[in-house]
């Protein structure tokens, strides 16, 4: 079992910025692929970004790619998502997973979820 916590939605202005942040209770996550999901209202879960266990791999969705940056830090067992240029379409419920074997950005790879953050982007 991994426990995963988020920390950092909140309400901001298009075109402004957040930082969420996600711990895991379990040491063992720093072993594990991380990343991003978000949920809009009345829209199905969505994959946004993954890193590997070391850091060296990242992916985005096309969606965010070049706004949002994903980073980890193992030593907290943590992973980070820095939200920047953000567009109303980017509202929706934030959740960090994990996944403990292999790589996937549907949500059927993830193995574990945090309970969500919402972020409402205001234009």
């Known amino acids: 079992q991994v426990h995963l916590v988020e920390s950092g939605g909140g309400l901001v202005q298009a075109g402004g910025s957040l930082r969420l942040s996600c711990a895991a209770a379990?040491?063992?996550?720093?072993?594990?692929?991380m990343g991003w999901f978000r949920q809009a209202p009345g829209k199905e879960r969505e994959f946004v970004a993954i890193?590997?266990?070391?850091?060296?791999?990242?992916y985005y969705a096309d969606s965010v790619k070049g706004r949002f940056t994903i980073s980890r830090d193992n030593a907290k067992n943590s992973v980070y998502l820095q939200m920047n240029e953000l567009k109303a379409e980017d509202t929706g419920v934030y959740y960090c997973?994990?996944?403990?074997?292999?790589?996937?950005?549907?949500?059927?790879?993830?193995?574990?979820w945090g309970q969500g953050t919402q972020v409402i982007v205001s234009s």
């Open positions: 997973i994990t996944i403990l074997a292999g790589w996937g950005t549907e949500p059927e790879d993830v193995d574990y």
């Open positions: 379990e040491s063992s996550a720093s072993s594990n692929v």
């Open positions: 890193i590997s266990w070391s850091g060296g791999t990242t």
